[in-house]
């Protein structure tokens, strides 16, 4: 891939700079599902704080100042149905405000690593010996993030109609 730290770091900032924008929407449009049975806005939201909460708390805050990693094998469905469902008791402010704030907390601790960690194959060794590689990881998030932003402006925006 070769991009430098700062493009990668900066792939990641999309997220919380969107999150920003779509504070003033109103509540009744964060509740309704991105398309029929799936979530809805605030539980898509809640989704990626969670993740981030995850990563920042289990990989990027041990890898700066540990230098070691503490993840463990998640069960994703049973993860992913405990975020929704904080997505579905919290208000959708407080969501983007705790989502923004996680990513900050990653964008800070990332810009702290030392540049040639972003090279590819590099990184840091789980407790497991799983390699945790951080543009790999960036690379994978942001795609995620792309993803889900998509998904929530085109019901923000259905909303409206």
């Known amino acids: 891939m070769n991009k430098s730290k700062q493009e990668l770091i900066e792939t990641m900032n999309v997220w919380p700079r969107r999150a920003e924008e ?16 799936k979530w809805s806005a605030a539980e898509a939201v809640a989704h990626l704080l969670k993740w981030d909460e995850y990563f920042l708390e ?33 208000e959708p402010r407080k969501l ?3 989502a923004i704030a996680a990513r900050e907390g990653i964008l800070t601790l990332l810009d702290r690593l030392p540049d040639e960690l972003f090279l590819p194959e590099q990184g840091y060794l789980d407790e497991a010996g799983h390699r945790f590689d951080i543009e790999e990881y960036i690379v994978d998030f942001a795609s995620h993030d792309h993803h889900h932003m998509s998904q929530i402006e085109a019901s923000l925006n259905r909303a409206e109609e």
């Not at 779509?22 to 049975?37: H, I, M």
């Not at 100042?65 to 919290?90: H, M, P």
């Open 22 to 37: 779509w504070k003033q929407v109103s509540e009744d449009k964060w509740r309704k599902p991105l398309e029929p049975g």
């Open 96 to 98: 983007l405000e705790e």
């Open 58 to 90: 289990r990989a990027v805050r041990p890898a700066v100042e540990q230098g070691l990693i503490t993840l463990e094998n998640t069960d994703f469905n049973d993860f992913n149905q405990k975020a929704a469902a904080y997505g579905t008791t919290t």
